[in-house]
Each structure stands twice: as structure tokens, then as C-alpha cells.
């Protein structure tokens, strides 16, 4: 399928830094598709050099910082930082980063599901506020929202519940919004992933626990991050002008709703 390209917006993409992760990727492709990229993440020395990279690999504008996605003042200073820095007007917000929670339930704290919740809900909240009047002046806008099939069905690996609960309530986050948003044309989605390939997964699993994961999913394999990004390619696009507030399963299967 050919996907046809808007005119060069930016896209917001948090959680960029890891190397293997789902930011990462999503930066990549979009700049493929000759979007301009604002890529932010705790680590922003692993950001800044991202961007230096898909500047020279793509030949776009691209932008790169430090951010706590759960501290507003820190994506405030980072929205700023954005706009005096002259990229094109921004088209797409997509909140990747997240954090998972590996303790058994009895063993979580309010600290840690606080920060769970700090980082996957409240993180989605302030960076999507903080770029949707850019794209509200702008005429164009894709609010893309990385919820989990934890959401849907409890996680695959011990210590999901504060994870789980995040989750589900970026999708309640996404409906609210896309409802809201409706009259501006700006569209609202989410995606819950089953297993994906990448370094958040090491975390409270076994290599049993993966081959059960993998045993459970009809497709019979982990996501790549490549399956994850050619959908936001896809929702952040025109031709999926007309889908707000879905809940995308890109999952092989392993849940169907
Ligand atoms: N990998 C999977 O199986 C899977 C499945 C479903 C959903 N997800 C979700 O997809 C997203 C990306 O996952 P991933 O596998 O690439 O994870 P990852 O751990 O590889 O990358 C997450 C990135 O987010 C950054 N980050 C964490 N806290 C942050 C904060 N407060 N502010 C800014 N940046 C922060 C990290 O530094 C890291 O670069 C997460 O929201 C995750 O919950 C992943």
C-alpha cells in the first residue's frame, strides 16, 4: 500500500533513547517519510544524538533533548525550547515513552505506582497539552498514544497491575480526547501492543515466560518494531483522517476485542 505524505510537519516523539526501543524506530521511520522529528527522552544526550543522525541519514530538521515526560516543567521548558527552534509546524504527537512495573503486587509501592502512573498517564497528558495548540494553528494534528494488550487482558508477566492500570487508562485518556478534539479534525489513537522485541521486556521475565507469551500469540512471534511503527506511519498519514479514539491491536493476534 502507498502511503501518500503530508506536507513536512513535525512529529513530537517521546522516548526515543533506547536503542532497540519502539521510539527509537518510530523516529526513524517517520524521518524516512520526510517528517521533521522532535525527539526527547530521559537520556538526552542519546536524543540529541539521534537527531543529529536522522539529519544526516534523511536530510530533515530534527531536534533533540532531555525531558521527564512526568515533570511539567520540564516538558514545558522542552515546548519552548521546540519553538524557537523553527522546525515546521508540528503534525504529530506520539507518546512512547513508558516504564513498566516488574514486582509482584505485595511488593509494590505507592512511590512506584505512582511513577508508573507519572510516566505513562500523566506524561501522555502534559506533552500531548503541550504541542496540541501548535497543532489546533496548525489545521492538522495526530495524537498517538502507546497503551498494551495489558491493558485489555492483565500482563503476561508478573507485576503488570500498576502497569495494567496505566495502560487502561491511556486508552480512556484517548477516547475522552478524540471525542473532545472531534470538531478540529485532529485525530486521537492509541496502540496496544502484545510482546514487542525490545530491552523493556528483560525486565520480570523468564525465558519460559516468553516462549509461553510466543506459544499464546496465533501469528506465532513477538511484534518487531517495524509492525509497531508502520501503523503510526500509517495513523499519523491523511488517509487515516477518519479514525479517532480506536484502540489499534497490533498484537498477532493474541487478544481480539
Ligand atoms: N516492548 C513491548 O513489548 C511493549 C508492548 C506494549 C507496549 N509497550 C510500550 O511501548 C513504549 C515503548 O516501549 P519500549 O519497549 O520501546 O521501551 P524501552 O524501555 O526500550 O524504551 C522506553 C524509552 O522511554 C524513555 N523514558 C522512560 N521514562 C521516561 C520519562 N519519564 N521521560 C522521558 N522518557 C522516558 C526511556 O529512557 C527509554 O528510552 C512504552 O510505553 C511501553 O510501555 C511496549
Request: proline share 5%; aromatic share 8%; glycine share 12%.
Amino acid at each position: 500500500m502507498t502511503i501518500s505524505r503530508p506536507p513536512q510537519r513535525t512529529a513530537v516523539i517521546t522516548g526515543v533513547g533506547a536503542e532497540r526501543g519502539i521510539g527509537r524506530a518510530t523516529a526513524h521511520r517517520f524521518a524516512r517519510d520526510g517528517w521533521a522529528i522532535v525527539g526527547l527522552d530521559l537520556d538526552g544526550d542519546a536524543a540529541e544524538k539521534l537527531a543529529a543522525e536522522l539529519t544526516e541519514r534523511y536530510g530533515v530538521p530534527a531536534f533533540g533533548a532531555a525531558v521527564d515526560v512526568a515533570d511539567e516543567a520540564s516538558v514545558l521548558a522542552v515546548r519552548d525550547a521546540v519553538a524557537a527552534a523553527n522546525l515546521p509546524t508540528v503534525g504529530a504527537v506520539l507518546n512512547i515513552a513508558g516504564i513498566t512495573s516488574p514486582v509482584p503486587f505485595l511488593d509494590t509501592t505507592v512511590e512506584l505506582w505512582n511513577r508508573i502512573f507519572a510516566v505513562n498517564v500523566t506524561g501522555t497528558y502534559l506533552v500531548t497539552k503541550a504541542f496540541l495548540p501548535d497543532m489546533i494553528a496548525g489545521g492538522y494534528g495526530r495524537v498517538l498514544n502507546m497503551s498494551s494488550v495489558s491493558a485489555q487482558q492483565g500482563g503476561g508477566v508478573f507485576g503488570k497491575t500498576p502497569y495494567s492500570s496505566a495502560k487502561a487508562a491511556v486508552l480512556g485518556f484517548t477516547k475522552a480526547l478524540a471525542r473532545e478534539l472531534g470538531p478540529t479534525g485532529i485525530t486521537v489513537n492509541a496502540l496496544t501492543p502484545g510482546a514487542v522485541d525490545t530491552d523493556i521486556r528483560v525486565h520480570g521475565t523468564t525465558p519460559e515466560i516468553e516462549e509461553a507469551i510466543v506459544k499464546s500469540i496465533p501469528l506465532g512471534r513477538q511484534a518487531s518494531v517495524d509492525d509497531v511503527t508502520s501503523l503510526f506511519a500509517f495513523l499519523a498519514s491523511e488517509e487515516a483522517g477518519y479514525l479517532t479514539g480506536t484502540t489499534q491491536n497490533v498484537n498477532g493476534g493474541s487478544y481480539f476485542s
